[in-house]
């Protein structure tokens, strides 16, 4: 990796923008495939996995979905589809399969052909009106493959998912064994000298200060960052309060912050990003800046996380290789919420990205997560609101709020206890 220097983005030199896309400056391209599955925690946490998102197969094809999306199909006896998961907790897990078509039965394999469970599937009217069969299997905790083996043909495969029965919404207990000395940041917000660990981007002074006007998680104050529809030219052309950390070192780090949403925060169509992992051109081999491969953002109310990866050495907006858009659930007005992103970058197929919501998994993924770049995305947290720079019209608010405290990061070591709010 080379050494990077601290800059300030120009993501307003980018592409023009589609104002109702979750995207950051692009929307989807031809080729592209785009997702929305909910991975939102209940009483207990399913971790779901696209059909067509496998890591190897034989035998299938994909097609397009009555749910949205693709999904698995033209699948003979014998074929198969393997999935690379990491499970949190050894024991015993609930699987459940999404699938339509005739009656039908499957197996759950490790890769050596190990059968870890039998699944009927009682079938339904048609090879796209689906239903949910559910199996459990015991798991190790750690990195894994399963294969998903067809013992007869005909179904179509939308999704399956994974919870562990003996771990109620997948909370995970406190590990204090590193007592934070993996932790290579820690801002409180306490004052405003915690913003000198950060590089700022902000459309004018007072958009980014440090506030005790509600309830900090943790001390007596927070950050909190505002913009309004007045200051959308005032940086780069876009409208954004946020601050950044210079690229990691290393590909693997952890992320935890919590936010805060006033209980006003209005509805609004035009997508918003509160925290982003930004890419960082080649500029030797002519690349210029595009969207971040991993963001975490708000549209209608929702959190929702978008993915972006290509393997070539130079890409853009337009010539990525995948993109998912990901249903996180509906947002918590008027109350901290701790999210913490275990990540690995990686363009290859074995990126990790995990996310956590209060201590409970919300998302996992094993696979491809980021562009092939010299350096590692950086960090940023705050609000950036890219769509009302020309779409503000469509807008139903003309001012943002976003309080943020408690920002830990840890590097490769630590665990979500460490960088959590304590």
Not at 199 to 211: G, Q
Not at 246 to 260: H, K, L, R, T
Not at 313 to 323: A, C, F, R, W, Y
């Amino acid at each position: 990796m080379k050494t990077w220097k601290p800059f300030v983005p120009a993501c307003g030199l980018m592409l023009l923008i589609n104002a109702c896309s979750k995207n950051d400056l692009t929307t989807p391209t031809a080729g592209v495939k785009t997702e929305t599955t909910s991975t939102l925690a209940t009483t207990s946490t399913p971790v779901r996995i696209e059909a067509e998102d496998y890591s190897s197969m034989s035998g299938v094809q994909t097609e397009a979905c009555r749910e949205g999306g693709q999904d698995v199909g033209y699948i003979a006896t014998g074929d198969w589809m393997e999935y690379t998961i990491n499970v949190t907790t050894s024991g015993s897990h609930t699987l459940n399969f999404r699938l339509a078509g005739p009656k039908s039965t499957l197996q759950v394999q490790k890769t050596d052909g190990t059968v870890l469970a039998n699944v009927t599937f009682a079938g339904t009217t048609s090879g796209q009106v689906y239903a949910t069969a559910t199996t459990t299997v015991q798991l190790s905790a750690g990195k894994q493959t399963l294969r998903i083996y067809a013992t007869s043909p005909g179904w179509n495969f939308n999704w399956w998912e994974y919870t562990d029965a003996g771990n109620t919404g997948n909370t995970i207990k406190p590990d204090t064994s590193s007592n934070g000395q993996n932790l290579v940041l820690y801002s409180a917000f306490e004052t405003a000298t915690d913003f000198s660990k950060w590089s700022e981007e902000i459309c004018r002074p007072t958009a980014l200060t440090i506030s005790s006007e509600v309830p900090a998680r943790k001390g007596k104050s927070s950050a909190r960052f505002e913009f309004a529809k007045s200051d959308v030219t005032n940086y780069n052309g876009y409208v954004r309060a946020e601050i950044h950390q210079d690229s990691p070192p290393a590909a693997e780090n952890w992320y935890g912050f919590s936010s805060y949403l006033p209980t006003d925060f209005v509805a609004d169509p035009m997508a918003e990003k509160i925290a982003q992992w930004h890419e960082i051109p080649d500029w030797d081999l002519g690349e210029t800046w595009r969207s971040p491969p991993i963001s975490l953002g708000i549209q209608n109310d929702h959190y929702n996380l978008q993915i972006l990866w290509a393997a070539a050495p130079v890409n853009t907006n337009n010539t990525k290789d995948g993109e998912k858009d990901i249903d996180l659930g509906p947002v918590d007005k008027g109350k901290w919420n701790d999210f913490v992103f275990h990540i690995k970058f990686s363009y290859k197929s074995d990126g990790i990205l995990e996310i956590y919501k209060n201590k409970v998994k919300i998302f996992s993924l094993i696979g491809p997560n980021s562009f092939n770049d010299e350096n590692y995305p950086y960090f940023k947290v705050g609000i950036y609101k890219w769509t009302w720079n020309g779409w503000a019209s469509y807008s139903p608010e003309s001012k943002r709020v976003l309080y943020v405290d408690e920002v830990r990061i840890g590097n490769s070591k630590s665990n979500l206890n460490e960088v959590s709010p304590q």
